[in-house]
């Protein structure tokens, strides 16, 4: 079990929708991806919106094959969009890795800083590249800086999850305020309302 979720578990067991999550399915496995800078992070989260896990690791790994060695944002800006294409992602993405090597080449955003950011402050930052909007921002804050009271409500995965342990189709606000009783650690709540819905 990963210390960190310590606490969040013990606190969030005595809530009557996530408490049974965490005796069905255990303990809590988010743990912050160490990167040096975190701009191949980024780019998995790209790489990964709107698929299904298996399909963006399949992209990522044709993607990791075309860059041959470390990926940096020379390699990336090195790449024709059409080589980019050929990975499997779709236009908007490979415009958005472009987006993404340039600001981080150019100093528009700095990658090795991030997690020295509040989460309001990465979200901001990341919104700034090209197809990068509050949900991807949101995953990678949960997934790469392991950042404990994010709840992603555009979510399709935690939208059904909501319905599935509220018995009751919600809007984004309603979630939220639901969802307000978990604080502070909504990111630990979100992962068992998405292991739930995973191995219904």
Known sequence: MLAMWNEAEKFLSNDKHIGPLIKKWGHCTIAPRKHKDYFVGIIGEIIGQQLSGRVADVIFDRFKKRV????T???????ADQELRDCGM?????RSLKDLAEKVKQGELKTKELAGLSDEEVERELVAVK????WTAEMFLMFS????DIFPSDDLGIRN?????FAKEMTALEMER???KWKPYRTVASWYIWRNLENR
Do not use: F, Y
Request: charged residues 30%; hydrophobic residues 45%; aromatic residues 4%.
């Open 68 to 71: 041959k060695g470390k990926i």
């Open 73 to 79: 944002p020379d390699k990336v800006l090195a790449l």
């Open 90 to 94: 779709a236009w908007a993405k490979v």
């Open 131 to 134: 197809g990068i909007g509050k």
């Open 145 to 148: 800086l392991g950042r404990p």
């Open 161 to 165: 999850g909501m319905k599935e342990i």
């Open 178 to 180: 639901k969802a307000l």
